[in-house]
C-alpha cells in the first residue's frame, strides 16, 4: 500500500511538472500567434541551410510550442528530436539575450548554424545582430546561455 501510494504521488509531481514546463515555454518562447519561428521551418535550416517557411497543415508541438513545416519528411525528423532542432534562447534574437539579456524579436532569415545548434537574430536594414554576434560569439553565447538560463530555474 506504501509503495502505490509513492509511485502515484511520483507520478502526479510528474505531471505536474511536465505541465509547468509546458507552461514556462509558451510564455517565454518567442510565439507569434502561438507560432514558433513566424512559422518558418525548424527543421530546414539544417537540411536545406536556408529558412523555409512552414505550412498549418504541417504542424507539430513541442511541449506545448507549435511549429510549421515544410515537408512530412521535416516534421517526422523533428518529432523524432525536437530539441536538435529548436531555435536558441527560445527563438529569440541570440545577440541581444547575450548582450543585454532582452527578447528581441527576429528576423527568421537571419540565422546561423553552429555547434549543431540553431541561432536567429534580429534584421532590418540598419541594423544585423548576427554581424555583431560573429565579432564575440564566444563571450555573447556564453552571457546568452547564462541569461537564458534564468527564465527556467
Known amino acids: ?48 541551410n536556408e529558412a523555409v517557411k512552414g505550412s498549418k497543415q504541417m504542424a507539430a508541438i513541442a511541449e506545448g510550442v507549435t511549429y510549421y513545416f515544410s515537408s512530412a519528411a521535416n516534421k517526422e525528423l523533428f ?4 530539441k536538435k532542432y529548436e531555435p536558441q534562447y527560445g527563438g529569440w534574437c541570440a545577440y541581444a539575450m547575450g548582450a543585454s539579456n532582452d527578447k528581441v ?23 544585423n545582430t548576427l554581424n555583431k554576434w560573429n565579432k564575440d560569439e564566444s563571450g555573447l553565447k556564453t552571457k546568452a546561455d547564462k541569461n537564458w538560463s534564468v527564465f527556467f530555474y
Open 1 to 48: 500500500m506504501k509503495s502505490t501510494i509513492i509511485m502515484l504521488a511520483a507520478l502526479v509531481f510528474c505531471i505536474f511538472n511536465a505541465t509547468a514546463q509546458t507552461v514556462v515555454r509558451t510564455k517565454e518562447f518567442n510565439l507569434e500567434k502561438g507560432i514558433a519561428i513566424q512559422g518558418y521551418d525548424p527543421v530546414a535550416y539544417f537540411t536545406q
Open 105 to 127: 524579436e527576429i528576423d527568421p532569415e537571419t540565422f546561423k548554424i553552429a555547434n549543431g545548434k540553431l541561432y536567429l537574430f534580429y534584421h532590418s536594414w540598419v541594423n
Open 79 to 82: 518529432i523524432k528530436d525536437y
